[in-house]
């Protein structure tokens, strides 16, 4: 079936501009999870939605990031008056509630 | 909150050689911990994953070994290949379905 996709793959913006990223998480998925990889680096968690509940933002590392979630569907992550070190892969990620995550395959955003 | 460490940053070993990643955590209150390989360029896919009702958990040349009292756990490659070569993760998560991710370990394998 179909995995987790993300658009766009690559996003080229100039410092101050806003970007939004967007996560479609396989069908049937409650949870989703947005992630930051800087080049060389781990994975560093920004949000996560399960279901209807109220999202856990607690990674979220500025005001200027953002995130909704429709029901169990599609998801945007919006960075607001972009700066340099925003530079990173994006990394969402699906699963159901307690099992192991699958991962889309990122967008890459630069920041000029 | 949790804390995940990861040892080595680099392991570069000789094709058909064992490698070892080795990963402690903090949360005794973790159960879960999973295993991602990435290569370069590429998505982070799950290669193995242990609960903590298990100490050890094999698949092929893949294997994970669990020490709860201890808090850690480690991946175990033999007979490496280089298609092997990647960056591997560990993860440890609890009841908050958060996983915490170590710095990843970046495995070269020589032919």
């Known amino acids: 079936g179909a995995g987790v996709s993300q658009s766009p793959s690559n996003k080229v913006t100039e410092k101050g501009k806003d970007v939004e990223l967007r996560c479609d998480p396989i069908?049937?998925?409650?949870?989703l999870y947005w992630y930051r990889q800087r080049l060389g680096q781990g994975l560093e968690f920004l949000i996560y939605?399960?279901?209807?509940?109220?999202?856990?933002k607690s990674g979220l590392p500025s005001d200027r990031f953002s995130a909704e979630r429709t029901g169990e569907s599609v998801s945007t992550l919006t960075i607001q008056r972009t700066q340099q070190e925003d530079s990173a892969v994006y990394l969402c990620?699906?699963?159901?509630?307690?099992?192991?995550?699958?991962f889309g395959p990122g967008t890459r955003l630069t920041v000029t | 909150g949790e804390n995940v460490e990861q040892h080595p940053s680099t392991l570069s070993v000789q094709e058909g050689d064992s490698a070892v990643i080795k990963c402690t955590y903090s949360?005794?209150?973790?159960?879960?911990f999973p295993w991602y390989k990435q290569e370069l360029g590429k998505r982070p896919q799950l290669i193995i994953d242990?609960?903590?009702?298990?100490g050890e958990k094999k698949d092929q040349r893949i294997a994970v070994t669990l020490n709860k009292t201890a808090k850690h756990f480690s991946l175990h490659i033999t007979e490496t290949q280089p298609e092997d070569s990647a960056v591997y993760f560990c993860?440890?998560?609890?009841?908050?379905?958060?996983?915490?991710f170590g710095r990843g370990t970046s495995l070269i394998v020589h032919p």
């Open positions: 993860a440890a998560r609890g009841g908050s379905y958060i996983p915490t």
């Open positions: 939605f399960q279901g209807n509940s109220a999202p856990d």
């Open positions: 242990i609960r903590s009702n298990v």
């Open positions: 069908s049937g998925h409650t949870a």
């Open positions: 990620a699906s699963s159901l509630e307690g099992t192991e995550q699958y």
């Open positions: 949360d005794s209150a973790s159960n879960y």
